[in-house]
């Protein structure tokens, strides 16, 4: 009976879809992928500049926000398979992605605005009710943008130029907003708060630009869910499957990332001193990784998606072994260190999501239903909650081991800030290895499903 059920809802899903034989062009998928750029901007200012902000201009401490960084994250949990759902659902008259994005925006700038020009006496209150904003704001906008990509083009490679480029994009709009960081001062509370000022500007002026952009980008894709949208969400997850097995990867290795980040201007400040230089090491982090964006898709167009990505992993982890046994000043060995490492973010930001996006035809041909938001919704909670336990167990650790942002911590806390810094990284890419170990949605596999997909269409139409 399930068999029949799956095999209707694949006819069901598959009449209304014609595949065009040429994905977007490179003016739509660049209308598409400039919403990336604001996107990235607000939210690298918010995981790496706000939080050293809050720590060095108000009166709280580093575990307190952690604390509301990681309360804000898992509120997520909720709201990215809410909007998921919703957007799923939304007629597709209106731009099922495209409506979500549009109404996010003003809320977003609002909430940047609020929350990276906070005054002296901002009390944790004011830092959790806009950190929840932003994030569910910016919820609004990235989930159907993830979503809308994978309906761009069904092809394996073709979908690696529509994350590719969208990575692009938002790799740009960090890097833009770290130059601004490194023209307005690498360090200091009055440095960061002109930062995040131009910051806030500039992702207002760019988010108008995108939306407009937007209407250019065709938004016209059919969905089909289960009438229990709910237990058949919770299903995708507690159910071996590829699905399951990428998503647990992807959540340790974005976690390994993560932490790194979170204390990226504390190790260079403190345990490199070298704060001068932080703004330049972010610049050029991100701007290896933007560079990568090409090798990565000429790579994966060779040897395939998850040994590209696998490479890039194991090369990540053998770069950060390094950064705990380095000593103040030691500029040289972590520039290389920085470069390298920012070339396999390039992977990292835009091979796993071209997965998750081959896992729609996937689900498509597995269970019978085209929902790509809520894969994607799915998807963007675990980016969130990797950031979260990131901060979460970061802070409070360098708490526990007396550090404090600042000078004047011992050789004991800076230590254990060196070692937070590089090994857990190491520890959870090296998990994240573990758990892809055989992944089944290779090239041919994939093309496999898209044809069993296509017959279906043949036959339904």
């Not at 065009?20 to 598409?32: F, R």
């Not at 409506?99 to 929350?115: E, K, N, R, T």
């Not at 569910?136 to 989930?143: H, K």
């Amino acid at each position: 009976m399930q068999a029949i059920t799956q095999r209707m809802n694949q006819k069901a899903i598959m009449k209304h879809i014609k595949t065009p034989p040429e994905g977007p062009g490179a003016l739509i998928l660049s209308a598409y992928g400039f919403l990336a750029f604001p996107l990235a901007a607000a939210f690298i200012a918010l995981q790496v500049i706000v939080p050293t902000h809050y720590a060095e201009a108000t009166a709280m401490s580093l575990s307190t926000i952690g604390a509301i960084m990681l309360v804000a994250r898992l509120w997520d949990t909720v709201t990215d398979p809410l909007i998921g759902f919703l957007s799923d659902k939304t007629p597709q008259r209106l731009g099922r992605r495209r409506i979500w994005i549009v109404v996010s925006v003003p809320l977003i700038c609002i909430s940047a605005y609020a929350l990276f020009n906070p005054s002296g006496d901002s009390d944790k209150s004011y830092l959790l009710v806009w950190t929840l904003a932003i994030y569910i704001a910016g919820t609004m906008a990235i989930i159907p943008m993830n979503a809308w990509g994978a309906e761009l083009s069904p092809d394996y490679h073709q979908r690696n130029k529509v994350t590719g480029t969208r990575a692009a994009f938002g790799l740009a709009g960090t890097i833009a907003a770290l130059l601004i960081t490194a023209i307005t001062g690498q360090a200091g509370s009055d440095a960061l708060t002109n930062a995040l000022f131009f910051i806030t500007l500039l992702v207002m002026c760019t988010f108008t630009i995108a939306v407009i952009l937007l209407f250019w980008v065709p938004d016209n894709t059919p969905t089909h869910l289960p009438s229990n949208q709910i237990r058949d969400g919770i299903k995708l997850i507690v159910t071996p499957s590829p699905y399951r097995t990428l998503l647990v990867g992807f959540l340790l290795n974005s976690a390994g990332n993560a932490i790194p980040a979170t204390l990226f201007l504390f190790y260079v400040s403190y345990f490199l001193q070298v704060p001068e230089k932080a703004g330049m090491l972010l610049f050029m982090y991100f701007l290896f990784a933007a560079f990568s964006v090409p090798f990565w898709v000429w790579l994966a167009k060779k040897v395939g998606k998850h040994k590209t990505w696998r490479w890039s992993i194991l090369t990540a982890c053998l770069l950060f072994a390094w950064t705990p046994f380095l000593n103040p000043g030691d500029i040289v060995i972590y520039t290389i260190i920085v470069l390298a490492t920012g070339f396999t973010t390039g992977c990292d930001l835009m091979i796993p999501t071209s997965m998750n996006g081959d896992l729609v035809e996937w689900d498509a041909a597995k269970n019978g239903y085209r929902r790509p938001g809520l894969l994607f919704a799915i998807w963007g909670t675990t980016t969130k909650l990797s950031f979260a336990l990131a901060i979460g167990i970061a802070f409070p650790l360098l708490d526990l081991c007396g550090f404090t942002a600042g000078p004047g911590n011992s050789t004991q806390a800076l230590a254990a800030l060196g070692f937070m810094y590089g090994l857990p990284c190491i520890f959870l890419k090296l998990l994240a290895l573990y758990r892809m170990r055989g992944y089944e949605i290779t090239e041919s596999r994939y093309e496999q499903l898209l044809k069993r997909n296509q017959n279906i269409s043949k036959i339904a139409q």
